[in-house]
């Protein structure tokens, strides 16, 4: 969007003589190509050394391409959703004091949108009564986690915690996902469990009677996330028990203390607090999904190619190495790249469509999210994993986490803002589950 141009004085070189183009390339995106002369280099590098800085080439490079990039964005009436985005290969821009620097952005504008009427929007809220019942079974399973565990040579039964290995191999065996020391506790009856995030049916059958050491083969359907990594969608899992344990389930005294409760009451309030904090954060996020999916339904969002296209070559980056890691040929992995890629044009265009909604309606309201909601939200994660907020912090900030929180921040903000406004219908937790499962089989 157009700004009031600064004093050049105040700058290291005069914008003015940077060099321009914008071209418009679809319905949504402009091309911003950006030349900065010979001499503006020079000029900018002497100040720099006059000034008694010392800085690298890279970030002479970065400084140059901001100056660049703000001055073309300064001289454009453009309102983007996306933002600039680098066209082409960044690693290939280079500062030079005889030549000039070349470099192109990408950057679309925001398209005229009408919003559905928000109060005609229907959704569901599940709803959990918190009842005795529900806290008689959580202190049970706190009972069992806090019990000590106690070396068991035996065969495999229900009721131990057991250390895995596990392979998970497409049925041809031509590529695997290996996985180590994975703990599991064998439920009772048909129960299913959930292992690495794949649910196993029955899983007490298959491993009760097993001895340590013991191979144990099942046919698998493979979830989503994980079919597009072996190439498949149903597989070969291969479990190894590697040590197992019984378990003495602890006593409500020992939980109290363990809790620093007063007593078994207080305990069963903080047990009851806990759980109405679960059941309010997957109610509000089964709403918030149900109305973003709703507006992106009702509304034509155009999508920059360029946005949809890198999420589906980062897709393809991933799975062309595990593949190649695993064996399998280039014509193997291009065959199999090209059959995924109608699939995952469609979860990319959904994925970007949805962040437009999300960002297009959060502008609209001006609606903003700071850094200390994102520190409280990096708080409870570090209460969840029973660390130091600044030990999650750094970890979040090295896996690249920051960006993603604080758009999890602006989703929830968004959805807050429009809530009121939405006809909402109350709906039990175990009907919600029930009918939400019928529909995924």
Same mark, same amino acid.
């Given at each position: 969007?157009?700004?009031?141009?600064?004093?050049?004085?105040?700058?290291?070189?005069?914008?003015?003589?940077?060099?321009?183009?914008?071209?418009?390339?679809? %319905?949504?995106?402009?091309?911003?190509?950006? %030349?900065?002369?010979?001499?503006?280099? @020079?000029?900018?590098?002497?100040?720099?050394? @006059?000034?008694?800085?010392?800085?690298?080439?890279?970030? *002479?490079?970065?400084?140059?391409?901001?100056?660049?990039?703000?001055?073309?964005?300064?001289?454009?009436?453009?309102?983007?959703?996306?933002?600039?985005?680098? &066209?082409?290969?960044?690693?290939?821009?280079?500062?030079?004091?005889?030549?000039?620097?070349? &470099?192109?952005?990408?950057?679309?504008?925001?398209?005229?949108?009408?919003?559905?009427?928000?109060?005609?929007?229907?959704?569901?809220?599940?709803?959990?009564?918190?009842?005795?019942? /529900? *806290?008689?079974? %959580?202190?049970?399973?706190?009972?069992?986690? %806090?019990?000590?565990?106690?070396?068991?040579?035996?065969?495999?039964?229900?009721?131990?915690?057991?250390?895995?290995?596990?392979?998970?191999?497409?049925?041809?065996?031509?590529?695997?996902?290996?996985?180590?020391?994975?703990?599991?506790?064998?439920?009772?009856?048909?129960?299913?469990?959930?292992?690495?995030?794949?649910?196993?049916?029955?899983?007490?059958?298959?491993?009760?009677?097993?001895?340590?050491?013991?191979?144990?083969?099942?046919?698998?359907?493979?979830?989503?996330? /994980?079919?597009?990594?072996?190439?498949?969608?149903?597989?070969?899992?291969? /479990?190894?028990?590697?040590?197992?344990?019984?378990?003495?389930?602890?006593?409500?005294?020992?939980?109290?203390?363990?809790?620093?409760?007063?007593?078994?009451?207080?305990?069963?309030?903080?047990?009851?607090?806990?759980?109405?904090?679960?059941?309010?954060?997957?109610?509000?996020?089964?709403?918030?999904?149900?109305?973003?999916?709703?507006?992106?339904?009702?509304?034509? *969002?155009?999508?920059?190619?360029?946005?949809?296209?890198? *999420?589906?070559?980062?897709?393809?980056?991933?799975?062309?190495?595990?593949?190649?890691?695993?064996?399998?040929?280039?014509?193997?992995?291009?065959?199999?790249?090209? @059959?995924?890629?109608?699939?995952?044009?469609?979860?990319?265009?959904?994925?970007?469509?949805?962040?437009?909604?999300?960002?297009?309606?959060?502008?609209?309201?001006?609606? @903003?999210?700071?850094?200390?909601?994102?520190?409280?939200?990096?708080?409870?994660?570090?209460?969840?994993?029973?660390?130091?907020?600044?030990?999650?912090?750094?970890?979040?900030?090295?896996?690249?986490?920051?960006?993603?929180?604080?758009?999890?921040?602006?989703?929830?903000?968004?959805?807050?803002?429009?809530?009121?406004? /939405?006809?909402?219908?109350?709906?039990?937790?175990?009907?919600?589950?029930?009918?939400?499962?019928?529909?995924?089989?």
């Amino acid at each position: 969007m157009t700004t009031d141009q600064p004093p050049h004085d105040d700058l290291p070189i005069d914008l003015s003589e940077i060099i321009i183009e914008c071209t418009s390339v679809d %319905e949504v995106d402009h091309r911003l190509d950006i %030349e900065i002369p010979a001499k503006l280099i @020079k000029r900018f590098q002497k100040k720099i050394k @006059k000034a008694g800085q010392q800085v690298d080439s890279e970030q *002479i490079l970065s400084a140059l391409v901001k100056l660049g990039l703000d001055e073309a964005l300064r001289n454009q009436d453009f309102n983007p959703v996306w933002g600039p985005r680098p &066209f082409g290969d960044p690693s290939t821009w280079r500062v030079s004091k005889d030549k000039p620097l070349q &470099f192109t952005f990408m950057i679309d504008d925001r398209p005229d949108v009408t919003w559905p009427p928000f109060e005609q929007i229907e959704i569901t809220r599940p709803v959990l009564e918190i009842d005795d019942q /529900l *806290i008689n079974a %959580e202190l049970e399973q706190q009972k069992i986690v %806090e019990g000590p565990r106690i070396p068991w040579d035996g065969p495999i039964k229900p009721g131990l915690e057991i250390l895995l290995d596990l392979r998970l191999t497409g049925l041809d065996e031509d590529q695997a996902l290996n996985i180590k020391d994975v703990t599991v506790m064998v439920p009772d009856g048909d129960e299913e469990a959930v292992i690495a995030g794949m649910p196993v049916p029955e899983f007490a059958k298959l491993v009760e009677g097993a001895a340590t050491d013991e191979e144990i083969v099942v046919d698998l359907a493979v979830p989503d996330e /994980l079919a597009g990594e072996l190439g498949r969608d149903t597989a070969v899992l291969t /479990l190894m028990v590697r040590k197992a344990w019984s378990i003495e389930p602890a006593t409500i005294e020992q939980l109290v203390e363990t809790y620093g409760s007063r007593n078994e009451q207080v305990l069963r309030q903080q047990i009851r607090l806990s759980l109405k904090a679960k059941a309010d954060q997957d109610q509000q996020q089964i709403m918030l999904s149900q109305f973003f999916e709703m507006v992106s339904e009702r509304v034509n *969002i155009p999508v920059p190619n360029q946005v949809v296209d890198h *999420i589906i070559q980062q897709r393809a980056e991933a799975t062309r190495q595990h593949l190649t890691k695993e064996g399998q040929s280039e014509q193997e992995i291009d065959d199999y790249l090209k @059959k995924q890629h109608p699939e995952w044009f469609e979860q990319a265009l959904h994925q970007t469509r949805s962040r437009g909604v999300v960002n297009m309606l959060a502008r609209q309201e001006q609606i @903003k999210v700071t850094e200390s909601e994102v520190q409280n939200v990096l708080n409870a994660m570090a209460i969840n994993r029973g660390i130091r907020p600044e030990q999650m912090r750094r970890e979040a900030i090295e896996k690249d986490m920051l960006s993603g929180l604080s758009f999890r921040c602006l989703q929830i903000k968004t959805f807050e803002h429009f809530q009121p406004q /939405l006809t909402i219908t109350d709906m039990p937790a175990d009907e919600w589950a029930a009918e939400h499962q019928v529909d995924q089989d």
